[in-house]
């Protein structure tokens, strides 16, 4: 009787072990193609640049102008070392600073505004305005930069006459500012719907309970609304990387010119005076012999 009753017991149990690893082996199953994608286009290069700043490539021959093939050697810190004494590296991260500085909270401040409107019952059709705030993120960036560079340009721009006189927006002064237009422009609307997404989630009953206290809308917005978006802020700063987003912009506004199929490009280098100067490739250390 006991060990039929122990029987009949341990059946659910290993039916419920068995749905369990079903579960767990449907669930790796549908990871499976974004955890491949995600090793070959996200981890691979990341492990590929570390080695590369251990390695130089230097030519296989010897003599005073070497010859053969070029090989990987490895040079410790070398590569690392001749980076950080490189004046035009901290000149560039300086530059990379002031342009996240005032670039990113402007975009997180304007997305957070557009949220809290949407969010609200002053805008009738949000869906209409939701999909017009998006839009700009849905062009593509080099597209979306070249209608920038000719929007920038004195001879072409449709507004530029309307301006003072000597306006230039790609003057070295103004060149970063032009670009971080651009990017705001482009990625408020993405950053606006990760906002309108955390607004939405909040229960519908801490507004009506405010409302009986006798709160009105600012209120809710800055007391209730604000702070429970605190993690969508930080996934937001997270993912506006000043150096991802501004590459499509540095692309067109670089004195107008791309680098041609099949060529390999040189490192560009932002000088104090806000030009840029082409460096060719090269070794940054050779081995000791």
Request: hydrophobic share 50%; with cysteine.
């Amino acid at each position: 009787m006991t060990t039929t009753a122990e029987t009949i017991g341990r059946r659910p149990r290993a039916r419920r072990g068995f749905r369990a690893r079903q579960e767990a082996r449907n669930g790796w199953l549908f990871m499976a193609p974004f955890s491949i994608l995600f090793i070959i286009v996200f981890l691979v290069p990341i492990i590929v640049s570390v080695k590369s700043a251990f390695f130089s490539q230097v030519p296989s021959g010897e003599g005073l102008y070497g010859g053969g093939e070029l090989v990987d050697t490895f040079v410790g810190f070398d590569n690392l070392v001749a980076a950080a004494s490189n004046d035009a590296f901290w000149s560039g991260m300086g530059r990379v600073v002031l342009y996240a500085a005032f670039q990113i909270p402007v975009m997180i401040i304007v997305a957070l505004a557009l949220a809290l409107l949407l969010d609200s019952f002053l805008v009738r059709r949000p869906a209409f305005f939701r999909l017009s705030f998006f839009l700009p993120f849905a062009i593509p960036g080099v597209i979306a930069a070249m209608i920038w560079m000719y929007m920038y340009t004195p001879e072409v721009s449709p507004f530029m006459q309307f301006l003072p006189e000597g306006t230039n927006f790609m003057a070295p002064g103004t060149i970063l500012a032009s670009m971080a237009n651009m990017t705001t422009w482009t990625y408020t609307g993405y950053n606006m719907l990760i906002f309108l997404a955390a607004l939405q989630s909040i229960p519908r009953e801490l507004y009506e309970a405010a409302r009986l206290d006798g709160a009105n809308g600012f209120q809710i917005s800055m007391k209730i609304k604000v702070p429970m978006v605190r993690g969508a802020a930080l996934l937001a700063e997270l993912l506006d990387g000043p150096g991802l987003h501004a590459h499509d912009a540095h692309l067109q506004l670089n004195d107008g010119r791309t680098v041609p199929l099949g060529q390999r490009p040189g490192i560009r280098i932002l000088a104090a005076d806000g030009r840029h100067r082409r460096r060719p490739r090269r070794r940054l250390c050779t081995p000791a012999a």
